[in-house]
């Protein structure tokens, strides 16, 4: 399959607005350039900035943009005509940049080996091993190993909202217990939670390349499909898929998504969830913790724990009785 690539001129502003209105489409696959903080990177490593690759230098006076794959399929063209109306509704508001939109052609195998590069085995909290699928490694420590092969859905365990779930499930007790991932990409929430002996998880994502993706990788980590089920949709419009999830059953939830969607998951959170379950969520930037904080607490939840990493938080919630 090849890939349309697609780049959005927006401000720093417009950062979260544009991803999260893109990730409420089905767009996962993205990654921002952004001179603010190309320019904020240089100015905190004065002693070291020679030593940036040259190759990366055009970040300095770049503007800022969201760039996003599309899969040059019928799912990639509803994208795209998707896409096109969120773009012309935010343009609209004036404030976003000029939300201009370019589009080049890539293929498949330059998108897998541009990413895999920058893929190593990396160690996550006190048990996790994360593991790309054609890597090899040693594990003197006795970890879990979690293999898991991204294409081009989000979750390497490499960005600090999937560090901060792993980490945060470490905490809890999953041994026999009932999860719900939702908003899956990858799937590595999923199989950490299986791997800490969750009894089963259900799988949520907006995006059916994701979800695709998800089954692939919980099977190459040695789970079979008595373990595990994986849906395509968004709860928050779907409600068949809803009754399908089930209500009432499930003893944890991860939702590592944004602040805007978390926001307006917060009602269904608790219908989901036994009386005194879990509920993880991250994906938040620091900035809006406490508006997220504040709209699950008021559904009838108890903070546990707040855990941030750089400029990312994530927070740990108990159902009130």
Same mark, same amino acid.
């Given at each position: 399959?090849?890939?349309?690539?697609?780049?959005?001129?927006?401000?720093?502003?417009?950062?979260?607005?544009?991803?999260?209105?893109?990730?409420?489409?089905?767009?996962?696959?993205?990654?921002?350039?952004?001179?603010?903080?190309?320019?904020?990177?240089?100015?905190?490593?004065?002693?070291?900035?020679?030593?940036?690759?040259?190759?990366?230098?055009?970040?300095?006076?770049?503007?800022?943009?969201?760039?996003?794959?599309?899969?040059?399929?019928?799912?990639?063209?509803?994208?795209?005509?998707?896409?096109?109306?969120?773009?012309?509704?935010?343009?609209?508001?004036?404030?976003?940049?000029?939300? &201009?939109? +370019?589009?080049? %052609?890539?293929?498949? *195998?330059?998108?897998? @080996?541009?990413?895999?590069?920058?893929?190593?085995?990396? !160690?996550?909290?006190?048990?996790?091993?994360?593991?790309?699928?054609?890597?090899?490694?040693?594990?003197?420590?006795?970890?879990?190993?979690?293999?898991?092969?991204?294409?081009?859905?989000?979750?390497?365990?490499?960005?600090?909202?999937?560090?901060?779930?792993?980490?945060?499930?470490?905490?809890?007790?999953?041994?026999?217990?009932?999860?719900?991932?939702?908003?899956?990409?990858?799937?590595?929430?999923?199989?950490?939670?299986?791997?800490?002996?969750?009894?089963?998880?259900?799988?949520?994502?907006?995006?059916?390349?994701?979800?695709?993706?998800?089954? &692939?990788? +919980?099977?190459? %980590?040695?789970?079979? *499909?008595?373990?595990? @089920?994986?849906?395509?949709?968004?709860?928050?419009?779907? !409600?068949?898929?809803?009754?399908?999830?089930?209500?009432?059953?499930?003893?944890?939830?991860?939702?590592?998504?944004?602040?805007?969607?978390?926001?307006?998951?917060?009602?269904?959170?608790?219908?989901?969830?036994?009386?005194?379950?879990?509920?993880?969520?991250?994906?938040?930037?620091?900035?809006?913790?406490?508006?997220?904080?504040?709209?699950?607490?008021?559904?009838?939840?108890?903070?546990?724990?707040?855990?941030?990493?750089?400029?990312?938080?994530?927070?740990?919630?108990?159902?009130?009785?």
């Amino acid at each position: 399959m090849n890939w349309t690539e697609v780049a959005i001129e927006t401000n720093s502003d417009g950062i979260e607005t544009l991803t999260g209105n893109l990730l409420n489409i089905g767009i996962t696959g993205i990654r921002i350039e952004n001179s603010d903080d190309f320019n904020e990177f240089l100015e905190g490593t004065e002693i070291y900035w020679d030593y940036v690759d040259e190759s990366l230098m055009y970040l300095k006076d770049a503007p800022t943009k969201v760039i996003l794959y599309l899969p040059e399929n019928s799912q990639g063209m509803d994208m795209m005509s998707s896409l096109k109306n969120v773009l012309e509704e935010l343009k609209k508001e004036e404030k976003y940049g000029s939300l &201009e939109m +370019t589009v080049n %052609n890539v293929k498949e *195998e330059d998108w897998e @080996n541009n990413w895999k590069q920058f893929f190593k085995p990396i !160690k996550i909290g006190d048990r996790f091993l994360i593991k790309p699928s054609w890597e090899k490694t040693d594990n003197p420590d006795n970890r879990k190993i979690l293999e898991i092969d991204p294409g081009m859905s989000f979750g390497t365990g490499t960005h600090e909202t999937t560090r901060l779930c792993l980490e945060t499930m470490e905490k809890f007790d999953l041994n026999n217990k009932e999860v719900l991932d939702l908003g899956c990409g990858s799937g590595i929430l999923s199989i950490g939670a299986l791997l800490l002996g969750a009894k089963h998880v259900n799988m949520v994502d907006i995006d059916a390349n994701s979800t695709r993706i998800a089954k &692939e990788n +919980t099977s190459l %980590n040695g789970f079979n *499909e008595n373990c595990y @089920n994986v849906y395509c949709g968004n709860i928050i419009q779907d !409600k068949a898929l809803c009754d399908t999830l089930g209500y009432k059953k499930y003893d944890v939830i991860f939702a590592n998504i944004v602040a805007d969607v978390l926001k307006a998951m917060s009602g269904q959170f608790g219908e989901f969830l036994k009386d005194d379950g879990t509920l993880i969520v991250s994906g938040i930037i620091i900035e809006r913790k406490q508006e997220v904080e504040d709209a699950i607490i008021e559904k009838g939840f108890e903070v546990i724990k707040n855990y941030n990493e750089g400029s990312w938080a994530s927070i740990s919630f108990r159902k009130k009785l």
